[in-house]
């Protein structure tokens, strides 16, 4: 079991959402949750990554399990760099990378934070993090979106930033992926395979 959501009952203000909802989720499935606008779908996902606990019921997810949710709207990234907005959302890089890049500075003798470098180094290998740059490259080309890594996300069009959201799924190597109006704002898909 990845996951099991039992909602009681989730309003918001006046609008009433949710009633009796029970989810359950086992490794492998494919789920698509089909609604108009409105109806509470970025809400429930919300719940189920424990963003929103306002809400009469229960969440369970499985200890460990990596989640990543894709975002709709993307405001207040700043001069945040598509490259840096990517591996920024994948699952342990950032803070794997602070360790490696800061650790050598100041851990001195110090065998606790030498542990912790260490470690981090062997994690960040076993991510396939050394060479996530260039993969990510890869995926940036195959969406059409080569030449776009250094660009600041507020330059990329809405079906463009997409594309980013899932590249993020492509390399997050999560347990479970709550991917948010996948086609929204977009003319057409890439031609590609997963």
């Known amino acids: 079991m990845l996951l099991t ?10 609008k009433h959402l949710f009633a009796g909802l029970k989810l359950h989720v086992e490794a ?6 089909i609604g108009r606008n409105g109806v509470g779908k970025t809400t429930l996902f919300r719940m189920l990554t424990g963003a ?4 009469a019921g229960s969440v369970t997810r499985q200890p460990g399990a990596r989640i990543i949710v894709t975002a709709q709207e993307h405001h207040n ?4 760099t598509v490259m840096d907005y990517i591996l920024g959302h994948l699952p342990e890089y950032k803070h794997l990378k602070h360790v490696i890049d ?3 500075e100041h851990m001195g003798d110090n065998v606790r934070k030498i542990t912790t470098y260490s470690e981090a ?13 260039d993969t990510v490259q890869q995926s940036l080309d195959a969406y059409q979106l080569a030449g776009k890594k250094n660009l600041p996300m507020s330059q990329l069009s809405g079906g463009q ?4 959201e899932l590249i993020i799924v492509e390399h997050a190597d999560a347990d479970l992926a709550l991917i948010d109006e996948p086609t929204n704002h977009m003319i057409s898909w890439p031609k590609r395979r997963f």
């Open 5 to 14: 959501a039992d909602i009681e009952e989730k309003s918001i203000g006046t």
């Open 102 to 104: 800061t650790y050598p």
């Open 121 to 133: 180094l062997e994690r960040f290998g076993a991510l396939d993090y050394y060479t996530i740059e």
């Open 52 to 55: 929103d606990t306002d809400f």
């Open 77 to 80: 990234l700043g001069t945040t």
């Open 161 to 164: 930033k997409r594309f980013v």
């Open 28 to 33: 492998g499935e494919k789920i698509a949750i």
